[in-house]
């Protein structure tokens, strides 16, 4: 099998990564295009940090288990499906389904400490970062986690600024430097979501 081509797609929560990761997966078959989120590897709550005030701290890199990661994106780099049970955000009440990720083309790797790994850097083809102004960001996140997690605003507001913006300034916006392609999301990314799917069809055909 030839070597797939691996796409990194980074970026703040709340700036639209995921959004653009499932824009480009909805435009290829998954025998052409597979993806591998960084939130499938986040370890149990037991071995999450705990801040000075008693509150998990998932926004640090030692929130992931980036061995097991990393060891999943070189199986699949490899030609090799690889298996791995559905992260819950750490949800008691929520069974985890079995989630195979098989082998492609292109992989896209997408979550907010891709770029600071380096064993995962190493296996990258393609940086993408995409990025959106701070108080857009927040507005992004008030509303997913009140409506997808049920989390009222002052818990929000509390990881936003004692574990977030701290984390983001530290570990990932650092890497946009090093990015191939920045991508601004403030109201849209239609246009660059074009020239990413000509670019990954160029490299499937």
């Known amino acids: 099998m030839k070597k797939p081509y691996i796409i990194g797609i980074t970026g703040g929560t709340g700036s639209g990564k995921t959004r653009f ?18 939130d499938d ?5 037991e071995h999450q940090l705990i801040d000075k005030n008693g509150e998990f701290n998932f926004d640090r890199p030692e929130s992931i288990d980036y061995d097991h990661f ?6 699949l780099a490899e030609g090799r499906a690889v298996e ?8 008691p009440e929520v069974k985890p389904d079995t989630i195979i990720r098989k082998p492609a083309p292109v992989i896209l ?13 190493d296996l990258l083809d393609l940086k993408i970062f995409i990025d959106a102004k701070d108080y857009i960001k927040l507005q992004r996140r008030l509303t997913r986690d009140r409506e997808e997690r049920g989390y009222d605003a002052d818990d929000v507001l509390y990881k ?18 090093s990015a191939d392609m920045i991508i601004p999301n403030n109201t849209d990314f239609e246009g660059a979501l074009d020239v990413v799917r000509c670019f990954i069809a160029s490299k499937i055909h």
């Open 21 to 38: 990761l499932q824009a480009l997966l909805d435009s290829f078959k998954h025998t052409q295009v597979t993806c591998l989120p960084q």
């Open 41 to 45: 590897y986040y370890r149990p709550r």
């Open 70 to 75: 990393a060891s999943d994106l070189r199986t």
């Open 84 to 91: 791995k049970m559905e992260y819950t955000f750490n949800n």
């Open 109 to 121: 790797v997408e979550g907010i400490f891709v770029f600071h790994y380096p064993k995962i850097v």
């Open 160 to 177: 936003y600024e004692n574990h977030i913006m701290p984390s983001y300034q530290k570990y990932i916006e650092p890497h946009k430097e």
